[in-house]
């Protein structure tokens, strides 16, 4: 049984599922959070959501509870930005806001961004959108789910996301990863077959431009000789940086040589395959010197929509799910949980069973009011 992660992937002695946003010091047990002790698993204390709170159950004038729980660790529920238009978008600073401030009040752990410059769809610009939600975001964990370092560039990413990491107060998370849309790369004039190359020494440039590595770093492709980013990021060294990758091979051996954490993508796996990955990924972390049991791991693009109404949901697959998205429509179908809510509660504990440690979550339509019925009918069930 993996042992439980902090919010950026340390060991941590006592999971912390307190509302967040709270002060720790509490331990879950002030009124406000009402989070009883209940159980003390393998010598260390757990808390758990005990009821877990519906979402239509209000808390005068605060958050409601975290919706991080206790099962084989803590599991940690995050909300992707409504940055692609599936239909009907309005691309509008009030439509993002309330989206981000109903996430903070109905307890998610993150908020997430995630980036295309150019897709089949319109895209809302996701760092600009990152940067917009900060004040609207409470004490939530920002994310890059990820950051297409290798089509912007190393040292304008490194800057921009500094900038967010400042404004934030240090709650930026950067998840990188190369993209997997040629479009990106000819939008910008650089060839698709180098994303790869770019991205290992990318993930590099940044470290040395936030103050992890003191050595300057020159490749075959960027170079920090005489660049000095000023401000710095708040957090020492610059924001942790997972890697992004679907579960190959060579993908997990970046993850394991270059990252602080693993970021899958929902609708390119499925438990099984994200179990044996993460089974891969742990035999190479040993290889590097670091600690499976603490390594933190996450689930980014889970697509949704709940509804008991077989037709909606046929809908929303066949009108705005299929002509956004390129993949099969029966893989699409076998992966996203767009349907009723037990399926999607049982999807996600049989990813919990295997190994999950966090999962991020994308509304097709109706956003903030799918947010409230994840809350009151999948977290709740699990």
């Known amino acids: 049984m993996r042992r439980p992660s902090s919010r950026w992937g340390g060991a941590v002695e006592r999971p912390s599922v307190f509302q967040a946003g709270h002060t720790p010091s509490c331990h879950g047990s002030c009124e406000r959070c009402a989070l009883p002790l209940v159980a003390a698993v393998s010598g260390w204390s757990v808390l758990l959501l005990s009821p877990l709170l519906s979402a239509r159950n209000k808390l005068s004038g605060t958050r409601k509870a975290g919706l991080a729980f ?13 940055l692609m238009d599936f239909g009907g978008h309005p691309f509008t600073l009030d439509h993002l806001l309330r989206y981000a401030r109903t996430a903070e009040q109905l307890g998610f752990d993150m908020l997430c961004a995630n980036d295309h410059l150019v897709f089949a769809v319109p ?6 959108a990152l940067a917009t939600v900060i004040e609207a975001s409470g004490q939530m964990t920002l994310a890059t789910t990820v950051a297409l370092v290798t ?14 990491d400042r404004l934030s107060g240090g709650r930026l998370l950067v998840a990188a990863g190369p993209g997997s849309s ?24 940044l470290r040395v431009l936030w103050g992890k590595d003191p050595e300057p770093f020159t490749g075959r492709f960027y170079s920090t000789d005489g660049i000095d980013l000023r401000p ?16 190959s091979d060579a993908g997990l051996r970046r993850v394991a040589r270059l990252g602080d954490g693993w970021l899958a993508s929902a609708y390119n796996t499925t438990p099984a395959s994200f ?19 603490t390594f933190p791991n996450g689930l980014a693009t889970m697509w949704f929509y709940i509804t008991e109404n077989r037709s909606e949901a046929d809908h929303i697959f066949r009108h705005r799910v299929i002509p956004a998205i390129n993949r099969p429509e029966s893989l699409l ?46 977290a709740s069930a699990i």
């Open 70 to 82: 206790w099962y084989r660790g803590v599991v940690e529920f995050g909300a992707h930005l409504p």
């Open 123 to 128: 895209w809302l610009d996701g760092p600009t």
């Open 151 to 164: 089509v912007r560039g190393p040292v304008p990413v490194a800057k921009a996301l500094a900038a967010i």
């Open 182 to 205: 040629p479009g990106d790369y000819h939008s910008v004039g650089i060839e698709f077959g180098q994303r790869w190359a770019r991205l290992d020494e990318a993930v590099r440039t």
């Open 232 to 247: 710095p990021p708040v957090q020492a060294g610059g924001p942790p940086i997972w890697i992004g990758s679907w579960g």
């Open 275 to 293: 179990g044996e990955a993460l089974s891969r990924l742990d035999g190479h972390l040993a290889d590097h010197g670091k600690d499976p049991e």
């Open 333 to 378: 179908r076998e992966r996203l949980p767009i349907g009723p809510s037990g399926s999607f509660a049982d999807l996600l504990a049989a990813f919990k069973e295997a190994g999950l440690r966090r999962v991020l979550l994308w509304p097709v339509a109706d956003e903030a009011r799918q947010l409230e019925l994840f809350c009151d009918k999948v």
